[in-house]
């Protein structure tokens, strides 16, 4: 009689193995990314550029060949130009960066399923997924924050520079890991600075009485008023003097700070700045200096002026990257270039562009990957992808992997585990 290889087990054994094997079948796609091959990097900061509206890939760092908004003749908007890297191209309108993008990669082929919604699309962006009916997920700042901290105990670890917007939140990750925020780059966040009647001595004298009356109450479990009592601590050591000596953008040298351009380059410098005092994730927005009437978000005549845009990420990038190489700083920094969606390539009516969720491009630069110019290949209209397509949760792994956070651990809500990226994996290549 014939006996199978798994004829000595017995019956507890097979039911057992049977059971595990229906299980790895069952288990969800983020069950499998655990199992992959690690790949780390060494970055210890983020500075995260938000280009808010929907940057158009295709007249930017995915040139095609033109089109013409008269004719309703698909395509790009802008004469493309070449790179320091061999076979890669970037629009007109982005000379400076052109000469470094040896030290950038263009994601041209990231995707996601909503088109239609900015609101839906940027929380997108920002959690590295959809929105949940029953999880409010932590924002990518927030996990970083909770992942790795601030490098110093009088600087914050995640700040944004623009207006506060719940997709830029902690979700169940708790209020120790917001951010905090300011909208003017010449002045340090709301609240943080004396008003012009407290003196130093007065301050001071505030400060032992609160400390006093926090001594005569007993300890408290409830992590609500922890939160509160922590946020308290942190507030009381950024008003310092060393955190706020951030904001002194006019100790730049000032062929420096003009090369950095307008208001949103100098968020960028300050976001070198705040880099140096141990911040680890910084957004800066981009969305707020509306040069043509509607920003990146490029329906009918606001395309019109969308190149004075261009030019200004152009010249804030490009000295964003010089500034820290100089500094020795830019292997340790990863700049992130991200947008809520791209642009189809066909004209609307008005000769502007609509939304474009199927493919569209972010930007990485530094953060000691093994950067290529560009990666991911697109059709001859930049409207579909032809190779190495990235998802959402695959560019966030990539992020996570760049600063050495584990991106296939997973987080808690609760009970309830969290995976960090939903199944994402990073783009190999930039890890050699």
Request: proline share 6%; aromatic share 8%; net charge negative.
């Amino acid at each position: 009689m014939f006996k199978s290889p798994t004829s000595h087990l017995d019956r507890r054994q097979f039911l057992a193995a049977g059971a595990t094997a229906a299980g790895l079948a069952a288990a969800p796609t983020w069950a499998a990314a655990a199992a992959s091959p690690r790949v780390q990097g060494q970055a210890e900061h983020v500075i995260s550029i938000w280009l808010g509206g929907g940057m158009s890939q295709i007249d930017t760092f995915d040139p095609k060949a033109k089109g013409n908004p008269g004719k309703q003749k698909a395509g790009a908007y802008y004469d493309p130009i070449p790179t320091a890297v061999d076979g890669v191209s970037v629009c007109e309108h982005l000379p400076k960066v052109a000469g470094l993008m040896d030290r950038v990669t263009a994601v041209r082929t990231v995707h996601h399923s909503v088109i239609d919604e900015h609101a839906a699309a940027t929380n997108w962006m920002h959690v590295g997924r959809p929105v949940s009916g029953t999880v409010v997920y932590p924002s990518l700042g927030s996990i970083i924050s909770h992942e790795r901290g601030a490098l110093s105990e009088s600087a914050p670890s995640y700040v944004l520079i623009g207006y506060p917007n719940s997709s830029r939140g902690p979700g169940f990750l708790g209020a120790q890991h917001s951010y905090l925020y300011l909208t003017e780059t010449g002045r340090g966040p709301a609240g943080l600075s004396r008003h012009l009647t407290v003196t130093a001595e007065r301050q001071k004298r505030r400060d032992q009485l609160l400390t006093q009356v926090r001594s005569e109450q007993p300890p408290t479990s409830d992590k609500f008023l922890q939160d509160y009592d922590a946020a308290a601590a942190l507030s009381l050591r950024l008003s310092g003097p060393d955190f706020m000596r951030s904001f002194e953008l006019e100790s730049e040298p000032a062929a420096l700070r003009e090369s950095y351009g307008g208001e949103f380059g100098q968020r960028c410098l300050l976001s070198r700045r705040l880099v140096e005092r141990g911040v680890r994730f910084i957004e800066v927005s981009h969305n707020l200096n509306f040069l043509n009437g509607a920003g990146w978000d490029v329906h009918n005549r606001g395309i019109l002026d969308q190149h004075k845009l261009i030019h200004e990420l152009d010249d804030a990038l490009s000295a964003l990257i010089s500034d820290l190489e100089n500094r020795k700083l830019l292997d340790k920094t990863l700049i992130v270039v991200t947008t809520e969606f791209g642009r189809p390539p066909q004209f609307d009516g008005g000769g502007g562009r609509g939304h474009q969720g199927s493919t569209f491009t972010c930007v990485l630069a530094g953060g000691g990957l093994k950067h290529q110019g560009a990666y991911g290949q697109t059709d001859d209209l930049s409207q579909n992808i032809a190779a190495d397509p990235v998802s959402v949760p695959d560019f966030f792994a990539t992020i996570h992997a760049a600063m050495g956070i584990d991106y296939a651990k997973s987080l808690y809500d609760g009970d309830r585990p969290v995976p960090i990226t939903d199944g994402g994996q990073p783009i190999a290549p930039l890890f050699g």
